[in-house]
Each structure stands twice: as structure tokens, then as C-alpha cells.
Nanobody, 123 residues
Framework: VQLQASGGGLVQTGGSLRLSCAIS????????IGWFRQAPEKVREGVSC????????YFPNSVKGRFTISRDKAKNTVYLQMNSLLPEDTAVYYC?????????????????WGQGTQVTVSS
């Protein structure tokens, strides 16, 4: 199983980015995909998750209404559209997967991880 995260970059406050997570070796019909982020000197936190049935969760209240998770099963890719970005969104963003039907918020629940993509929001 391999996950390849991409799409990070440097944007100004209020800008947008779309992260992509290309997955190989795992069928999205039987897997949960989560997006996490880790800022310097902070613990890795769950941002969003999409279950095998398409159920969606957003974990920090701060991203609700600004971030949107989606998936393209034909491309085996999961996306995180991030709008109205704020400096506090600055972090390395990771996608992760587990063979399950249920979304989990904690990073320890996930078995497979992508390499991370840096998102920097300037003020």
C-alpha cells in the first residue's frame, strides 16, 4: 500500500489549496482515508476523514465550513479542498489509510501513511 500526498504550497491568508492523496494497493470501497496535519512542536491532529461508504467527518471545529474532503474512486484518489486558509492552518499535511469501514480521529488507528506535503499560509 502506498499513499502519495501532493498539492501543498505557500499561500496568503484567505487563499485556497487542494491537496491530493493518490492511493495504490488499497480499494477505497474497503478503506478509510484520513487527512492529518502537524505543525512544528505540536502533535499530529486529525483534520478530516472519509469512510469506505463515503461518510465524512471534520474534526477540528476550525476547519468546518472551510475544508472539504472528497474522493474519486476511479482514480483512487482522495482530495482535501482548503479554502479561506489561515496562518494557523500552516502545517505538514499527511494522508493516511486503514482497512476499515469506520473513521477514526486518532493517528494511531491508521496503518499506512503518505510522506506529507507542506502547507504554509502567510499573514
Amino acid at each position: 500500500v502506498q499513499l502519495q500526498a501532493s498539492g501543498g504550497g505557500l499561500v496568503q491568508t484567505g487563499g485556497s489549496l487542494r491537496l491530493s492523496c493518490a492511493i495504490s494497493g488499497l480499494n477505497l470501497d474497503y478503506a478509510v482515508i484520513g487527512w492529518f496535519r502537524q505543525a512544528p512542536e505540536k502533535v499530529r491532529e486529525g483534520v478530516s476523514c472519509i469512510s469506505s461508504s463515503g461518510g465524512i467527518w471534520y474534526f477540528p471545529n476550525s476547519v468546518k465550513g472551510r475544508f472539504t474532503i472528497s474522493r474519486d474512486k476511479a482514480k483512487n484518489t482522495v482530495y482535501l479542498q482548503m479554502n479561506s486558509l489561515l496562518p494557523e492552518d500552516t502545517a505538514v499535511y499527511y494522508c493516511a489509510a486503514r482497512s476499515s469501514e469506520v473513521c477514526y480521529r486518532g493517528a494511531a488507528a491508521y496503518d499506512y501513511w503518505g510522506q506529507g506535503t507542506q502547507v504554509t499560509v502567510s499573514s
